[in-house]
């Protein structure tokens, strides 16, 4: 798929269609690989990398990279594309400035979940079937590729690309997916098992920000929470009020809007599950308003900017949920 | 907990300006009871009330908070209770996953006219929450030295 | 040296638990590492090191400085400070302890900060030496060992013993306290493990990273750079880095209404951030590409031309590891060889 790649990007630079590429640029190790723009075949050559530990989603990216001049090429996994559809929908990206190609996913890892199935000192990895092969300074190392992606790849919702100009591969379908079970798990839970949940995740916040940073649905040009002006900014949680109000805050302001990528638990520096906010509140949307999946297409309106005279009372959630 | 028979329990009321808080000033007017530690503060449409204020009152100190807006198809702006209807639901939804007590926090839809009905909704809403005692679980320990 | 069965190690951390209060890296309920108040059961974590590293103890992410409260028209300042108990951070990396000694460059010296000096007096520093390294390790290019760590006293863990060594005053005291549990030894068996650790350390993809030309002298050079548009295209922004770095010691001051007085703070600060040094005209450094320049020049050049060479990083890899876009001081410190060589 790699090679398919830069051949498709040096195709259309060389012929004027796009002037730049957003892909992905190796680093150091296997896994640690970086985003970039390449704007020459030579760079391309260099550095052009396309892999199982391609899990960044780039489609945030594009809302700079668009206004900029000329044309991009931007290669997008399946996850990426409802980013994209859903920053089109919010005019964030400007669609004539990019062209789209959308690439295969069958699901990336990266180096902290290989380093939770007790990997240590990775030095290269192999695909071999459906494991990799690790080769470590402690020798090597065979897992089961099922076992070694993390929880966002294990319960994939689609392997279907929402939008493209051209496609590379074959395209894939919707899945269904079993993305709700921990959700549900947790609305089982009694109110204070499910307060002692969260504390114990979300007490671990160290407000680095980077779910916030790396969400595509957090577009905004300046967070109320980076706002002095605000009176409620903050750089560190300094009560775990602060802690709660932020992930509610943040999570709520992508409802109906996040499309279930699953960034923000990737690059959570303390593996807080910060999905399970926000996927509580697509279940609760599909439930109360009906089946709405966020960047699926570029028209509807989304929930929360929308209304039907027949919607449910907010007193439906005292009946619901848990043991009392 | 405190003993309930000493807590009086701080209650946020959001009012909105067409209806809910008419309704207020109508139970006044008519002398019916509801307890003083009601703070109504009024906003011009039940859809003004962005779920940070919400957090942000019990971060203040409030032990429960309630929104009051025109009956759904009353609303002065035409449809801005719709909308609040959706984000409370969903609000209030998280705060019970997140194991916040879910009783603290209402929607209740007063009419100019039911100054009776908002009398009655902060009595019992009052009493709901005297029964769960102080919000510990949303509290901001700086703001209660 | 004296020496310890592992399999006494519950009752060497009861012994001192009894004494002060101690700390060492377990896992919490998600399976991470961090440091965590010893108590009966708890067991030293398996992983290289914590996610967090041990600078907390001596620089929380935040702390209040002072309150104020009003009453009429006085205003009373109140200090907030409770004595520190002592005590005693076992199971330090050789990379987080080196970091306590930049910190201190930092806030010992004049102006003192006397919040991070109490705290520092209070503690004593138990390092471990590491077994087996990670590929992102790269603490020998600050000159540390990671055999033999710094710190007040260190501890060796081979075989089915725990070697320990004073190495300060503070060190001797912790030592003393704890002599009926340990036996004097020889150190054949840490000096083997020594070698052992060495060679992997030698084997490290990251051992050959090469500062030399980082210096003061080639301040402007690096600081005009070109590579620095690229090496900041894809920074997110976020603090992810400069939060798990030991060495990262920059704070804000921030003030907040309790609704009956004021309660000033410090937290944390990150030069990644969009209103890092805001000042009423606004902020200096206006893209995430001058951002992105100051924390690593910040480490790389300015910080060793203030300091006698000395760094400001310990190549512990937790910005490696943990940066959500891949990129950190070692791609930065390569990309910019050239410019100075």
Known sequence: ?324 | ?145 | MRKLPIDQLSALFQAIAEKEALYIPADDSSGQARFQRWHEGMEMTQALNTVRSAKDFFFPQTENLVDFKLKGKEIEVIDPRTEHEDFVVFGVRGCDARSFTILDKVFLAEPVDTYYKSRREHGTIVSLACTHPEETCFCSTFGIDPAAPEGDARGWIEGDSLYLEALTEKGEKFLAAVADKTSECGDEAVRAQQEKTRDIAKKLPLHELNLTGFNGENMLKLFDSKKWGELSQACLGCGTCTFVCPTCQCYDIRDFNTGSGITRFRCWDSCMYSDFTKMASGNPRLTQLERFRQRFMHKLVYFPANNEGEYGCVGCGRCLAKCPISMNIVKVAKALAEEVR
């Open chain 2, 1 to 145: 907990m405190q003993d309930v028979k000493t807590f009086k329990p701080k209650i946020v009321a959001f009012c909105c300006n067409w209806c809910s808080y008419a309704g207020a000033d109508l139970a006044g007017t008519n002398r019916l009871n509801y307890p003083a530690d009601v703070k109504i503060i009024r906003v011009p449409c039940s859809c003004r009330v962005n779920p940070m204020f919400i957090l942000r009152a019990f971060q203040r100190g409030a032990d429960g908070v309630i929104l009051c807006g025109c009956h759904p198809g009353d609303c002065h702006y035409t449809t801005g209770n719709y909308y609040a209807r959706r984000r409370m639901t969903l609000l209030f939804s998280m705060l019970d996953y997140l194991g916040i007590e879910k009783e603290r926090t209402r929607v209740e839809w007063v009419s100019a006219a039911e100054g009776a009905k908002f009398a009655q909704t902060m009595n019992e809403f009052v009493e709901a929450v005297t029964k769960l005692g102080e919000n510990k679980r949303l509290e901001d320990l700086r703001c209660k030295k």
């Open chain 1, 1 to 324: 798929m790699q090679e398919m790649m830069i051949a498709k990007a040096k195709e259309l630079l060389g012929s004027g269609a796009v002037n730049r590429v957003l892909g992905w640029k190796t680093g150091e190790f296997v896994y640690d690989i970086t985003p970039a723009v390449f704007t020459s075949v030579e760079e391309l050559e260099k550095d052009f990398v396309y892999n199982d530990f391609c899990g960044n989603n780039l489609s945030k990216y594009l809302i700079k990279e668009s206004r900029k001049e000329g044309k991009i090429l931007a290669f997008l996994k399946p996850c990426d594309t409802y980013s994209f559809n859903q920053l089109l929908k919010e005019h964030r990206i400007l669609r004539d400035n990019v062209y789209v190609v959308g690439v295969p996913c069958e699901g990336k890892t990266d180096g902290e979940t290989l380093k939770a199935k007790g990997v240590k000192g990775i030095l290269g990895i192999r695909t071999e079937g459906d494991s990799f092969v690790v080769d470590t300074l402690y020798g090597e190392k065979t897992l089961a590729k099922a076992d070694a992606l993390p929880e966002r790849c294990l319960s994939c919702k689609s392997k279907k690309h929402m939008v493209y100009d051209e496609l590379l591969g074959p395209e894939g379908e919707v899945l269904d997916s079993h993305r709700f079970d921990m959700v549900e798990k947790i609305e089982k839970m009694t109110p204070d098992e499910r307060f002692e949940f969260w504390r114990g995740e979300l007490s671990r916040c160290i407000r680095c920000n980077a779910c916030r940073n790396v969400c595509p649905a957090c577009s905004c040009e300046k967070c109320v929470f980076d706002n002095d002006a605000s009176g409620i900014a903050q750089k560190a949680a300094a009560d775990s009020f602060e802690e709660n109000m932020f992930h509610i805050i943040r999570a709520f302001h992508v409802a109906g809007r996040c499309t279930d990528c699953g960034e923000c638990s990737r690059v959570c520096p303390q593996n807080i599950p910060l999905h399970l906010l926000n996927r509580k509140f697509i279940k609760d949307i599909d439930t109360f308003y009906g089946e709405y999946q966020a960047g699926e297409d570029t028209t509807t309106r989304a929930p929360l900017t929308n209304y039907d005279p027949g919607d449910v009372e907010p007193s439906i959630v005292y009946g619901k949920g848990g043991k009392k």
